[in-house]
């Protein structure tokens, strides 16, 4: 909740009388560490997608690495001694503009 503030992700303004809200939903997750000595608390906030109309969601897309290509570059880097870091984001907000306005629950 403190790096959502802290981002600036929302503003708090009156609702007005015209607008329905979208709620929104904690996901709460545990996942274990790696030397399975402790657990990490993992937690995101987000727009319930089932509230959503017929044609809102047909651009929406996640990209993900396919694990052929994750295998292609971890050889390219082992072929030609190249150093690979590994980077992990803690937080990590999309930078795209939002062209209409979206009314959400204050979570």
Not at 1 to 12: E, G, R, V, Y
Not at 15 to 23: C, M, N, S, T
Request: proline letters at 6%; charged letters at 20%; glycine letters at 6%.
């Amino acid at each position: 909740m403190a790096a959502l503030q802290q981002n600036s992700t929302w503003q708090l303004l009156p609702l007005p009388a015209e607008v329905r809200p979208h709620g929104l939903k904690w996901v709460l997750t545990t996942k274990p560490a790696a030397d399975s000595s402790n657990t990490r608390y993992k937690a995101r906030l987000e727009v319930k997608g089932c509230a959503q109309r017929l044609g809102d969601y047909g651009q929406l897309y996640a990209p993900v690495a396919m694990t052929l290509t994750l295998r292609t570059l971890l050889e390219k880097g082992a072929a030609d001694y190249l150093e690979l870091y590994q980077l992990d984001i803690c937080t990590a907000f999309l930078n795209g503009e939002l062209q209409e306005e979206v009314w959400v629950d204050q979570p």
